[in-house]
């Protein structure tokens, strides 16, 4: 099939445009930024144009001919740009994607969302079901894109909406990247008691469910949370990190509540300036947030089975990570032996 993926040239995109590649489809990736693996991708046979989804005759352009689009491009960490941006981006922008889609007789349409729009899950574990309680602007519009794509799929286009949980995997250089860099240190600032619930999801399983949500037997109207396995404690991810990198990560309690007042301090002081802040609500609710979901409707409607384990997992990303200088002069201890993980 002829497939387009939008944000196919960031971390969750280019890992599912390289399966699609592999999978013998034909790909247009629509990226305003060309990522890490723009080369990567061309070479590979992807058709790569760098425009936005905030460009209706770009849309339209890399629609023409295609079956089935993959919806990821999104403003996420983009902390340095005005709540209108990500309005423009995750609102407009989704509906001018399901605008070309309709006009080219796009036979399915799947969405990324987040599992962020459930906020702090206050009886985990969550299932789709649950309230929807944005935490932050971009939370906000994520939910907002998601009302405009039922808005089509009730007009009769045929969608499925993911969401994604905490995304990471070799290939990426943002999410894991300040955890790993920080335990490789030896020790790691633990802020409040560590037992907020967090809710991993490597790439490849991810990819798994955009490959499964994109069969013509998966019928369409359906949203699912996608995550790994089960959910752990920062406190327990921060020491399986400690053990992909092989070392015994020391823990350094500190309270909390100073860090929540010195995160809205530091955003507010950065904000005028356009500059990224090194510390953020966002970034600070990591530690007092719980994100513990039920993937079961995407078990039973999907077919969904995460088949690589967080330690696996995290091996393979701590091991990209320093293979590709990410972690300083650290280095890995040596992969095992019996070659039963292979990185994507």
Request: contains cysteine.
């Amino acid at each position: 099939m002829r497939v387009l993926v939008t944000g196919g040239t960031g971390f969750t995109g280019a890992a599912l445009v390289r399966r699609l590649l592999g999978a013998g489809h034909e790909v247009v990736a629509l990226d305003r930024k060309p990522g890490i693996r723009l080369d990567e991708l061309r070479a590979a046979g992807a058709d790569v144009r760098l425009e936005s989804v905030t460009d209706a005759r770009a849309v339209d352009e890399a629609m023409r001919g295609v079956e089935v689009v993959h919806h990821v491009a999104a403003a996420f960490r983009e902390t340095d740009q005005p709540d209108e941006y990500f309005y423009q981006v995750n609102v407009n922008g989704t509906r001018m994607v399901l605008e070309a889609a309709v006009r080219n007789s796009v036979r399915k349409f799947v969405h990324c969302s987040t599992c962020g729009v459930h906020g702090d899950v206050e009886a985990p574990p969550a299932n789709e079901d649950a309230p929807i309680k944005p935490a932050d602007y971009y939370q906000e519009t994520k939910w907002l894109g998601e009302l405009v794509v039922r808005e089509f799929a009730d007009r009769g286009l045929s969608t499925v909406i993911l969401r994604p949980n905490a995304l990471y995997g070799p290939g990426d250089p943002g999410r894991y990247l300040m955890l790993f860099r920080q335990v490789a240190k030896g020790w790691f600032p633990m802020f409040g008691p560590g037992e907020a619930l967090y809710h991993p999801l490597f790439i490849e399983n991810f990819v798994d469910a955009m490959m499964l949500a994109m069969e013509e037997s998966v019928e369409g109207g359906g949203t699912y949370l996608i995550a790994d396995q089960s959910c752990c404690t920062i406190e327990h991810l921060v020491r399986k990190v400690g053990g992909a990198l092989g070392i015994h990560v020391k823990i350094i309690r500190l309270p909390l509540r100073p860090l929540i007042l010195l995160g809205h301090l530091v955003e507010a002081a950065c904000k005028p300036l356009r500059v990224e802040p090194p510390l953020f609500p966002r970034r600070v609710d990591w530690f007092r947030q719980n994100r513990c979901f039920d993937i079961g409707r995407a078990r039973r409607e999907l077919g969904y089975v995460p088949r690589i384990g967080l330690e696996d997992g995290l091996a393979l990303t701590g091991r990209w990570y320093a293979q590709h200088g990410y972690l300083g002069a650290f280095r890995m201890p040596p992969a095992p032996s019996n070659g039963s993980v292979e990185g994507p």
